[in-house]
């Protein structure tokens, strides 16, 4: 298992999300001590636009055209270019310095689906060996967070953006290495219907589809808040250097995708959803309890939130890409993935995002956030969401419904944000 192509894929995607975690998780807390506090939302909403742009580049460009580590090679170079001149024009305006931020995100959101094409393609078991892939990304995620918070203690500088730009650099450069990937669908015909995942809205006569879309869609728009604003909030209620506190959540998430079979086979997929938003509920409601209480006591119930994350996105992102694969035949399987990806991180974080910067707008006065309202609002609103997914879905699909199996040939077009 261990020959130099199966290393080179796992060094490509410790880098691949070392780009993103380098300076996604800690821009808030720059943008507050820069005088953008109140553009914060925004600065949250760029990713959810290029999620929606992303799927007509994927379709039109790299699946017809280039060989896939070329473009993954390209996007990173220009990516890390936007990142380079990203702390000038902070110093010019929050609108230049967002459109620098969306330009990144442009190239950069287009290379998730682009890294799983590359490893999907070049492995000889995808069931046994992905994962043990896919786990170097969320451990680049983790290294990148420790980089810039705990080695160069850069929360709040400028330095955030030169480690995400180098490393696009080398991540761009060693794209060129990797193993040769044509254009898997070159010199075929394309609808708008396929590359805008239009053809799996048929799948939305079925009712537990509807239900299953409808809540993912809901739950996401909540879920904007601790994207945007929990790195602030650990910092803002006394953690010192709180980009090192935010990779716990990664670490859970190690675990509990190693768990998932486990639960998998025990819970299906309702009760894996729905245990995953309930996750989501009862995150908030500890974060929202810390800032009511206030000093050494609010710390362990913000750690605990943070472990959480495991569960929240490896139980409701995770099980909600497993369901589709097997809800969906298998032409329109990739459509339905990329379908979700548009509902849930396009327009659910897209919409959430700015409403949850409204929100965190509304509750600050003089520099003084309240915390404790930020927090209680997605809380009531997740839950509401999760009830109602509990009453109305009901579908019997498990890990032993489809022949094919899942995480095969029908990868996922992008990932969630972590």
Known sequence: MLNSKFIGLSVMMFLQFFVWGAWYVTVGNFMAAHGMEDQIGWAYTVA?????????????????????ERVLGVLH???????????????????????????????????????????FQN????????????????????????????VLGADTSATMFYVTATAGVVLGIFSFSLPHTPPPSAGKAVTFG??????????????????FILGSFLICIPLAAYYAFAPVFVGDIGFSKPGTWMPLGQGSEILFMLLM??????????????????????????FAGGAAIGGDLAYPMVILGILLHGICYDFFFVTGFIYT????????????????????????????APMMQT?????????????????LVPCIASGV???LFGILFNDKVDASDDETGYGTEDAPATEPTH
């Open 77 to 119: 170079l220009l990516g890390a270019v936007a990142m380079f001149a990203a702390p000038t024009t902070a110093t010019i305006s929050s609108t230049a310095f967002l459109f620098t931020l969306l330009l990144h995100v442009l190239c950069y959101m287009p290379t998730l689906g682009l890294t799983n094409t590359l490893a």
């Open 385 to 387: 969401v999760m009830i």
């Open 325 to 352: 694969d097997k809800k969906c035949p298998k032409n329109i399987r990739a459509q339905a993935q990329g379908f979700l990806v548009l509902v849930t991180q396009g327009l659910g974080l897209g919409i959430g």
């Open 194 to 211: 396929e590359i805008a995942g239009l053809d799996a809205l048929s799948m939305m006569k079925e009712r537990s589809f509807l239900v």
């Open 261 to 286: 079979p486990f639960f998998f086979s025990r819970l299906g997929v309702k009760w894996m959803l729905f245990v995953g938003m309930a996750a989501w509920v009862i995150r908030y409601g500890l």
């Open 48 to 68: 959810p636009i290029a999620a929606i742009i992303s799927p007509f580049f994927l379709g039109f460009i790299a699946d017809r055209y280039f060989a896939t």
């Open 359 to 375: 929100l965190k707008s509304s509750l600050t006065t003089d520099g003084v956030t309240n915390w404790q309202m930020l927090w």
């Open 123 to 150: 492995i000889d078991d995808q069931e046994k060996q992905f994962p043990i892939i896919r786990v170097f990304g969320t451990i680049g995620w983790i290294v990148a967070n420790l980089t810039v918070s705990y």
